[in-house]
Each structure stands twice: as structure tokens, then as C-alpha cells.
């Protein structure tokens, strides 16, 4: 799933179980809707329904982008600044709750993990802004590398300082990491009819916003490419 659709999915999950649910049976809720979410929208895509877009006021996909916007921003603002994560007990956090989190956490932000954020801020915009328009045409794929490189330097960071002095300066590593593949199993085990149907209800709106959000950005891209997406819309997906 995409950005919005994947915060929609940890909202509509919380809800499913009456009792606190534990790491294991959150995933697995997840998964399942992902996975219906995913069924219905290749049926969506099969019955070629793509006509639906154009029923969509243009102010609602504006607002939808702009709103998407902020809230994924607001999302990234305790990973940049190193504090601790807005928290709402059985539910997920709002724009609102973002921010107000980012005030009241601000005087514990690590400097050390503010530096790498702006790091990386500044290596994305560069290859994205500065090299790419200035490559050929044929070589502009390279402008696209600001994700690897960013990966690939600081992964270098943790093996020459080492995990353990970086965690001593407050910037957190993921190192649980599992290796391998997981392993093959029913995802809907366990899972009873109540709950099923509940994930199916909830999994309606992912499906459909995961759409729009596709529209949006194709949308977007298809008068760069000369494309008309009004007589294409029924072939959207």
C-alpha cells in the first residue's frame, strides 16, 4: 500500500480486537487487510472502472493531495527531529496530534539525528533539483539515485562508527532486522467470521482512497507525458 492507504490500514486495524492486540495478531490484521484491499482493487482494475475518477470534484483531489501532503510530513517530523513518537491510545495519531507532540518533544531533539535529517534532505534535493535537469535526457536515470546513495552512506556510517556510539549520541538504528524470507502460512487463520467481515467492511475505503491516490499522481504526470487522461480513465487500471 501507499503512504495514505498504509496509515489507513494501522487506523482501521486497531478497532478490529475488543482485548490490546499483541504485536504478532496486529500484523497478521494488517496484512489480511492489505491483502483484501489489494483483491478488491484488482477487481476494480478488471472491470475496468477507472470512469469513476472523473466523477471526483477537482477541489476534492486538490484538498485530498494537500491533506495527504501535510499529514505524511507531519508523520516524518519525530524521525528528523529524534524525539519520540506521537502516541494516541486506541487510535492514531491526527495532523494535529503531530504537531502538538513536535512542541511538547522539542526540547529532547537530538542534534546528531537533526544533522543526518538535513543530510539527507539536502542529498534528495540535489540529485533531484540540481543534477537531474542538467543530465542528457538518456542519462537522467541517475538523477533517481538520491534514495540508494542516501541508503548506501549511511549505511557505510553505521559500520565505521558502529551502532553502539550512535545510539550513545540518541540516533536510533534499526538493527532488528529479520534475515531471510518469512515463513508460508494462512494469513486468515485464527481469524473468525466477525472479524473477517470487519476487516472486509474497513478494507472498502482503503481500496478506493488507494485509487484515487493512483489517479491523483497519474493525473499529475500525464499532461508531462502528452496523455490524455480523460479518455483513458477506463483503462486506469
Known sequence: L???????????????????????????????LSLIAGVMQVVLGSLRLGFIFN?????????????????IAATQFSHILGIKKCHVPGGSCTFYDDVKN????????????????????????F????????LPSKARVIGNLGPLTVVTLFISICYIVGTHDLEEKRVKVESG???????????????????FMTLLVKSIPIALVGYMESMTIA????????IDMQNRSGAAW
Not at 179 to 193: C, V
Open 177 to 195: 532486522i529479520h534475515k531471510g524470507l518469512p515463513h508460508h502460512l494462512n494469513p486468515f487463520s485464527g481469524i473468525d467470521h466477525k472479524t
Open 102 to 125: 513536535v512542541i511538547n518533544e522539542g526540547s529532547h531533539t537530538s542534534g546528531w539525528t537533526l544533522l543526518f535529517g538535513l543530510i539527507v534532505v539536502v542529498i534528495l534535493l
Open 2 to 32: 501507499k503512504a495514505v492507504p498504509r496509515m489507513m490500514d494501522g487506523h482501521q486495524v486497531l478497532p478490529c480486537g475488543e482485548a490490546p492486540l499483541h504485536c504478532g495478531q496486529y500484523e497478521q490484521l494488517a496484512f489480511c
Open 127 to 134: 540529485f533531484k533539483y540540481f543534477m537531474k535537469p542538467r
Open 219 to 226: 493525473t499529475t504526470v500525464a499532461p508531462r507525458a502528452c
Open 55 to 71: 466523477l471526483i470534484a477537482t477541489p476534492v483531489i486538490v484538498g485530498f493531495t494537500s491533506a495527504a501532503a501535510f499529514l
